[in-house]
């Protein structure tokens, strides 16, 4: 039992905390964009491109949740405590990694006021935005390949 509780709780945390910190992220991002939509209405799209980066973690973190649901139950009970224990490894590496759209918020926010004020600078806040992504997906990666040796 111990075993399936551990990787429930991996799961928990691979969705919820990137879930927490997407829609903080969003929220951050997003009041930045009704500002700019407010003064300039062309200003709409890139500014929901923008906001839409912090997402990321969550849908990653979606995946690694569904992953480890599915070998809840695949293994059901057989699940033993150091299997559960690399499972919640692997949430909590999610989960953890998935964090990274609270820093991303801030540079999303200041490239949708940047497009603002000069929209052909929609390609480079786009890349500023997605930089911060890196750390989400090499955490991905990592639990993945955790979720695959179970």
Same mark, same amino acid.
């Given at each position: 039992?111990?075993?399936?509780?551990?990787?429930?709780?991996?799961?928990?945390?691979?969705?919820? #905390?990137?879930?927490?910190? !997407?829609?903080? +992220? !969003?929220?951050?991002?997003?009041? !930045?964009a009704a500002g700019a939509v407010a003064e300039k209405k062309e200003t709409f799209v890139p500014a929901v491109i923008?906001?839409? #980066?912090?997402? &990321?973690?969550?849908?990653? /973190?979606?995946?690694?949740?569904?992953?480890? #649901?599915?070998?809840? +139950?695949?293994?059901?009970?057989?699940? &033993?405590?150091?299997?559960?224990?690399?499972?919640? /490894?692997?949430? #909590?590496?999610? /989960?953890?990694?998935?964090?990274?759209?609270?820093?991303?918020?801030?540079?999303?926010?200041?490239?949708?006021? !940047?497009?603002?004020?000069?929209?052909? &600078?929609?390609?480079?806040?786009?890349?500023?935005t997605a930089l911060p992504d890196i750390s989400v997906i090499l955490g991905f990666v990592i639990s993945f390949m955790?979720?695959?040796?179970?």
């Amino acid at each position: 039992m111990e075993g399936i509780l551990l990787a429930a709780l991996g799961a928990g945390l691979a969705v919820g #905390l990137p879930g927490i910190a !997407s829609a903080v +992220g !969003s929220g951050i991002a997003g009041a !930045s964009a009704a500002g700019a939509v407010a003064e300039k209405k062309e200003t709409f799209v890139p500014a929901v491109i923008l906001e839409a #980066l912090p997402q &990321t973690a969550v849908i990653l /973190g979606f995946v690694i949740g569904i992953m480890i #649901l599915s070998k809840i +139950g695949d293994l059901g009970e057989a699940i &033993t405590v150091f299997q559960g224990t690399k499972i919640f /490894g692997a949430g #909590l590496i999610m /989960g953890l990694a998935g964090l990274t759209p609270l820093g991303q918020a801030p540079v999303a926010a200041a490239g949708i006021g !940047s497009v603002a004020r000069n929209p052909e &600078t929609m390609v480079q806040n786009v890349i500023f935005t997605a930089l911060p992504d890196i750390s989400v997906i090499l955490g991905f990666v990592i639990s993945f390949m955790m979720l695959g040796s179970v």
